[in-house]
Antibody
Framework: QVQLQESGPGLVKPSQTLSLTCTVS??????????WSWIRQHPGKGLEWIGY???????YYNPSLKSRVTISVDTSKNQFSLKLSSVTAADTAVYYC?????????????????WGQGTMVTVSS | QSALTQPRSVSGSPGQSVTISCTGT?????????VSWYQQHPGKAPKLMIY???KRPSGVPDRFSGSKSGNTASLTISGLQAEDEADYYC??????????FGGGTKLTVL
């Protein structure tokens, strides 16, 4: 079955760029059929959607984070990545990668059926 | 976009039914049939329980059901079991490929 695994530094300094990678196993990103997302959860708080990417490279971002977020895909490595620039303590969170099946030829289900285990990222000097 | 509104906590005894509400606006919950619900146990990743308002993924017990009326969606858990104790989050499409989550509800099984 498809599994997702996040990886990246657990500690990032303020003003720097947070970079995470999600490795997909048990299925191919390039086969299409799914959108791939990043979602975060601040400590003790709710979930916040960060953005989607399709294997073709089409991206959609949360308007509140759009100016700082870049999501990219590397189909050769079966991975997709998150970059969040100019981080502050407010970006400290558990970051999850997740999968959304297609609802139509071009749109996702807007729900997330498979999640990675999550990775904690702390922003601190 | 604002977070969807959920009660902070609900509780019920084993065997009972509980309903968790999720209130949004006509721009999200009320405007689309793309409401989903997630169960999250402490220290674990969320798990999809309901999608498209009322559909259950394979493997989710039929004790879990979803519905929507106007700008409010609901998750009902019947025949409450101890393992249902968890945090529950609703999620809705909000247009332009945007997605918004609720603040979460802690379910306690008494």
């Amino acid at each position: 079955q498809v599994q997702l695994q996040e990886s990246g530094p657990g500690l990032v300094k303020p003003s720097q760029t947070l970079s995470l990678t999600c490795t997909v196993s048990g299925g191919s990103i390039s086969s299409g059929g799914y959108y791939w997302s990043w979602i975060r959860q601040h400590p003790g708080k709710g979930l916040e959607w960060i953005g989607y990417i399709y294997y073709s490279g089409s991206t959609y971002y949360n308007p509140s984070l759009k100016s700082r977020v870049t999501i990219s895909v590397d189909t050769s490595k079966n991975q997709f990545s998150l970059k969040l620039s100019s981080v502050t303590a407010a970006d400290t969170a558990v970051y999850y990668c997740a999968r959304s099946p297609l609802a139509t030829v071009v749109t996702p289900e807007f729900s997330f059926d498979i999640w990675g285990q999550g990775t904690m990222v702390t922003v601190s000097s | 976009q604002s977070a969807l509104t959920q009660p902070r906590s609900v509780s019920g005894s084993p065997g009972q039914s509980v309903t968790i509400s999720c209130t949004g606006t006509s721009s999200d919950v009320g405007g689309y049939n793309y409401v989903s619900w997630y169960q999250q146990h402490p220290g674990k990743a969320p798990k999809l329980m309901i999608y498209d308002v009322s559909k259950r993924p394979s493997g989710v017990p039929d004790r879990f059901s979803g519905s929507k009326s106007g700008n409010t969606a609901s998750l009902t858990i019947s025949g409450l079991q101890a393992e249902d104790e968890a945090d529950y989050y609703c999620c809705s499409y909000a247009g332009s490929y945007n997605v918004v989550f609720g603040g979460g509800t802690k379910l306690t099984v008494l």
